[in-house]
């Protein structure tokens, strides 16, 4: 009678280094999916334009930060295709004659119990925390998590926490979840 | 090799165990959680630029104004206005309810017709228009055949509504039955008063409050708990039970409503007795001696169930006081006898408080920009009751009611008049229950949806304009704006293009920017008209008191409880209600029923008994509650509940008491009121 062969744990190995690929390599790219900005949009144009970041991305009044202009701020320069280019015309018919705000995605959203106040962090430069898109024609790759709906650059309560740490400013709760 | 179960089994674990290293279990627990907090039914932060827009409040009984509070484009918060003369900084709970009450489910928000069936489907408001336009010029043929009932008596969209319908052959429009035309006849017809009442509250230092909750439900409320806190000025209270105003008082005197005209010329008869000098007006000794025989204190008193003292205390503190005023009315807007009103009305004059400062004020009526329209005070004097009562109803082919609610409030005898036109039009912003009675609906803006404007409230004590602009963009026309549009088509040219066109005519009247209006700014004016033939007393005034109207029938005198906590007849009830509205005020589907002990032990009733309550306009069913604040022989009820609106604020709570008031009419004066009535209580 012939004794069937033993494998011992090599099946163990070999499913502890297939769930190693999976989860450091295959599951990160299944799990954000890559999205298209409604058109394209050159910075570095702008820049040249208008000056630095504040003059579209500013402190109102009451000191809230505007964060992605409105389509009235960029209508009042662009109520016409004034360059040609395809992606202004693209703007000017589908979103300033229709009167929509523009759909942006952003890449740095936080959820509804997060309170971020860029005022609070006013010293600190824009590509602290934010790429430095000032000098790029083309936006940043925006990918969406597929569970969560979040970009994947959306900073985490971890990256938040280490920098107050290295800064002295307080980690306590009621900082940031009011 | 082959590859066995347990081979597989292994396979497995290593793979579990593998994956606790890997980012996968703790990246999907966070996804997880964060994905939960996601949900599309979870109501997301408005982000955005905040923003504070000014606007007028009319949801309620008076209007008055705000600061709406926006957080980009969409209306979050009221906060108060302290500038603004109706409110002073104040808000009512159905105010701070305003901008959630924008999403209620019971909104209007699509024409509605009615099929034969009685069921209600969705047309477009052009097909609505339509049939609007095809009604109004069926009645041009026909003298008074459209009935046009306002809710709203103070914006100018009345003279665009009543110019229309008035060159289309129809002088039929009215205001909802209210004190304001009570005030109006007594003043004007009666003792030949100029202008409106206006009350100078700001500067009287002690108020006699007789009948009406002054501090919560009476005339310009929200303006009126403001100045009590503010100059803390002394009130004197009379009236049939203890409510906000009375447990602020100074003194509090509780008679049945039908006697507190009695009360007050008891009041005057025995100042006669004690002033040397009386006020040279019109009537004055004929009206002297007429209290001298009829009112003597000590026969009043004793008739009415209060002490001589009471009469005593209260007329010397009037005397003592710099800048007294007397207000009266009734216990739930417009249902009281004009008698009590009346004679307030006397007592000032008799005070020498006409045009004086912390008194009655005769404030200008407003100016009508479109002459064809029907002018405010021949509105005033136009009497809807009498209307129905009459032949002149079978007459009216087509009804339209603007954002009123007369088949909630008014008494069942009215409503059947109503119900009884063939065809019947709403413009309402809420599904209520007079659109509910209608053969078509057509919504109406939301207050923050739509240009208005608002012209002295009653209550006021200066001539006021505000104007509230459109703050949320919607597709709902506003209702003037359609009417406009119908003139044109009819071919009725009324003078003025669109309703921003009058709103901008009347500021320019008043002398103050359109945009100045609409950021807040308010219009006074402190001038008075001079009531040059106004008299005290004469014949028909003699003829009006010496008739009794209180025949005291069997039963408990019904006494109604009308708060601005429980909304309005236009809203009902509202999300805040919740916090507001204490659980001994509500008692599921019962109505609260508030007796005191004397009157439960006449009745034989214990506190929860659930009783019927019944006249013969109606029943309703009520648990008893034992309340010392009611006056013997009486029972009282809240009103705002019995709501037939469809949503969860207003669905199977309480009961409507409206349903109970039975309609009497005044032969001297011809007013009618409906409060108080007589009621059975039979435990259930």
């Not at chain 1, 009235?72 to 280019?85: F, K, L, N, Q, Y």
């Not at chain 1, 929509?100 to 430069?125: C, G, L, M, T």
């Not at chain 1, 024609?137 to 709906?149: A, C, R, S, V, W």
């Not at chain 2, 003194?251 to 100042?271: C, M, N």
Request: glycine fraction near 6%.
């Amino acid at each position: 009678m012939n004794k069937k062969k033993k494998s011992g744990l090599t099946p163990f190995f070999f499913g502890f280094l297939t769930a190693l690929v999976i989860g450091w390599w295959i599951f990160p790219n299944i799990i954000f999916s890559k999205q298209e900005q409604p058109f394209n949009f050159s910075h570095k144009a702008h820049v040249e334009q208008l000056g630095d970041c504040s003059a579209c991305h500013y402190f109102r009044d009451d000191g809230s930060y505007n964060g992605v202009p409105s389509l009235e701020s960029c209508a009042a320069c662009h109520s016409e295709a004034i360059t040609g280019a395809p992606d202004e015309k693209l703007f000017v018919e589908k979103y300033v004659k229709k009167n929509r705000e523009v759909p942006w995605k952003i890449y740095q959203k936080q959820p509804d119990n997060v309170y971020f106040s860029h005022i609070a962090h006013k010293k600190y430069a824009c590509k602290t925390c934010h790429p430095d898109v000032g000098n790029s024609d083309t936006l940043p790759p925006y990918f969406e998590n597929k569970i969560t709906g979040y970009s994947k650059y959306t900073m985490k309560m971890y990256q938040c926490e280490r920098c107050h740490a290295k800064n002295n400013a307080s980690n306590a709760c009621y900082i940031c979840h009011k | 090799m082959a590859f066995h179960r347990r081979d597989f089994i292994k396979f497995v674990v290593g793979g579990a165990v593998g994956s606790l290293f890997t980012p996968i279990p703790w990246k999907l627990a966070d996804d997880i959680s964060i994905w939960s907090q996601n949900w599309p039914w979870i109501p997301r932060i408005p982000k955005g630029e905040i923003i504070k827009k000014s606007s007028v409040v009319k949801l309620g009984n008076t209007p008055y104004g705000i600061f709406v509070n926006l957080v980009g484009k969409r209306p979050c918060t009221i906060s108060g206005n302290e500038k603004h003369p109706l409110s002073l900084g104040g808000i009512d709970p159905l105010g701070a309810s305003s901008c959630a009450l924008m999403y209620s489910p019971s909104r209007v928000k699509n024409a509605k017709l009615k099929d034969k069936n009685g069921k209600f489907r969705d047309i477009s408001i052009d097909r609505a228009k339509e049939i609007l336009m095809l009604k109004l010029k069926a009645s041009q043929s026909k003298k008074d055949s459209i009935l046009f009932v306002s809710g709203d008596d103070t914006s100018s969209c009345n003279e665009i509504f009543s110019a229309l319908i008035s060159l289309l052959g129809s002088k039929l429009y009215f205001y909802e039955p209210s004190d304001r035309q009570k005030y109006f006849k007594a003043w004007y017809d009666l003792l030949n008063g100029s202008g409106e009442t206006g009350f100078d509250i700001e500067n009287s230092d002690l108020l006699l409050v007789a009948g009406c909750n002054f501090l919560d439900n009476w005339g310009t409320y929200v303006r009126n708990q403001k100045l009590f806190g503010k100059n803390n000025v002394k009130i004197y209270f009379v009236g049939p039970y203890k409510n906000n105003t009375s447990v602020v008082s100074k003194k509090s005197v509780l008679i049945s409503e039908r006697d507190i005209y009695k009360f007050l010329f008891a009041i005057v008869s025995y100042l006669t007795r004690i002033s040397n000098n009386l006020s040279p007006i019109y009537g004055i000794e004929d009206f002297t001696e007429f209290l001298a025989y009829k009112y003597n204190p000590l026969l009043v008193a004793k008739e009415i169930g209060c002490s001589v003292s009471d009469i005593k205390e209260i007329a010397i503190a009037l005397k003592k006081a710099k800048s007294p005023l007397v207000i009266a009315g009734s216990t739930t807007n417009g249902s009281g006898d004009i008698k009590n009103i009346l004679a307030a009305l006397i007592l000032n004059i008799f005070l020498d408080r006409i045009n004086k400062k912390g008194g009655i004020r005769c404030i200008p009526n407003p100016p009508q920009i479109i002459s064809s329209s029907i002018p405010h005070t021949e509105i005033l004097k136009n009497d809807l009751i009498d209307l129905i009562k009459s032949k002149k109803i079978s007459k009216v082919k087509t009804a339209i009611f603007y954002e009123t609610n007369p088949f909630y409030s008014l008494p069942k005898e009215i409503r059947a008049g109503l119900v009884n036109i063939p065809f019947k039009i709403c413009f309402s912003p809420f599904m209520n229950e007079t659109a509910k009675q209608c053969d078509l609906i057509i919504p109406s803006p939301y207050f923050l949806e739509k240009l208005d404007d608002c012209f002295t409230p009653f209550g006021s004590g200066v001539a006021n304009y505000s104007v509230a602009d459109k703050i949320v963009d919607s597709n709902i026309p506003n209702p003037a704006d359609l009417f406009i549009d119908i003139g044109k088509k009819l071919g009725i040219n009324l003078g003025i293009s669109s309703f921003s066109d009058i709103v901008k005519t009347k500021s320019e009247y008043f002398g103050v920017s359109i945009n100045k209006l609409k950021q807040g700014y308010v219009w006074t004016d402190n001038t008075n008209e001079i009531p040059y033939g106004l008299k005290i007393w004469d014949k028909t005034l003699e003829d009006i008191f010496s008739s009794d109207n209180s025949n005291k029938k069997n039963g408990l005198e019904l006494i109604p409880i009308s708060i601005s906590k429980v909304g309005s007849d236009l809203v009902g009830l509202y999300p805040f209600a919740l916090d507001v509205i204490y659980e001994d005020e509500i008692g599921g589907k019962y109505s609260i029923a508030y007796i005191n002990p004397t009157t439960a032990q006449n009745y034989h009733l214990n506190e929860n008994d659930l009783v019927k309550i019944k006249t013969e306009s109606g029943e309703i069913r009520a648990k008893i509650k034992i309340n010392s604040g009611v006056i013997s022989g009486a029972v009282a009820i809240l009103t705002g509940f019995g709501r037939d609106i469809d949503d969860v604020f207003n669905k199977d709570i309480g009961e409507n008491v409206s349903d109970l008031f039975s309609l009497k009419r005044d032969e001297k004066t011809g007013s009618f009121y409906w409060s108080p009535t007589n009621v059975n209580v039979s435990k259930i």
